[in-house]
Structures are given as C-alpha cells and as structure tokens.
C-alpha cells in the first residue's frame, strides 16, 4: 500500500505544519478482496445468471451508471451492510473496503 502524506495546517506566524498520514486505494489489492464478491457478482462484475436466477433479482453490473455514481462511502455502506438481498460482507477493514471501492472503479464501463 502507497503511504503519503498530507499538510493538515499551518500555524500562522510559526511555518509548523501538522501532517497526517493518508493511505491511497489499492485497486490490485481490491481485485484480491474481490474473490468473496465473484460468486454473486462474477468475475467481471456484470453478474453471475444462475445467481441472480436463485436469487430472484437482477445484478446490476458494477460497472455500470447506476453502480458508479454511488460515492465511495455508499459503495462502503453497500459492501459492509449488504443492500437489497445483498448481506454485508464482515472482516473488510476501512483500508480493505477503500481497496475494494477502488476495484469496482475499474470496472467502470
């Protein structure tokens, strides 16, 4: 994972700066995560038919309009508390979901 850093502030008068470290998504690491979503979602994210049969609902595929205009935050929400007949997926951390989010952005049509 890349590792950056980030001026905060600047206290005026004094050029002290506070930094903060920020961690950038990792879609490669995401495609890993990816692996637990594949067998509802496919390996391209366009949906598994046999699954969405069962299921008795329509996938929408990842990488479409609808799916890529959610925020990364609604996209995290969806993974972590499960949207639809969807269930939430646990054990993801904030660094595995951002990572995850990342890899659906590629998926991007």
């Given at each position: 994972m890349i590792r950056t850093t980030v001026l905060i502030a600047t206290l005026a008068?004094?050029?002290?700066?506070?930094y903060a470290p920020v961690w950038a998504a990792d879609a490669g690491e995401g495609a890993k995560l990816y692996a637990k979503c594949r067998t509802?979602?496919?390996?391209?994210?366009?949906g598994n038919?046999?699954?969405?049969?069962?299921l008795k609902v329509e996938l929408r595929p990842l990488g479409s309009?609808?799916?890529?205009?959610?925020s990364?935050?609604?996209?995290?929400?969806d993974i972590t508390d499960?949207?639809?007949?969807m269930k939430g997926i646990a054990g993801f951390s904030g660094?595995?979901?951002d990572n995850l989010v990342a890899h659906i952005r590629t998926l991007k049509k």
């Open positions: 008068g004094f050029g002290i700066g506070l509802c979602h496919g390996p391209t994210g366009d038919p046999a699954m969405a049969k069962a309009a609808d799916v890529q205009k959610k990364d935050a609604d996209l995290k929400k499960g949207t639809g007949k660094g595995d979901q």
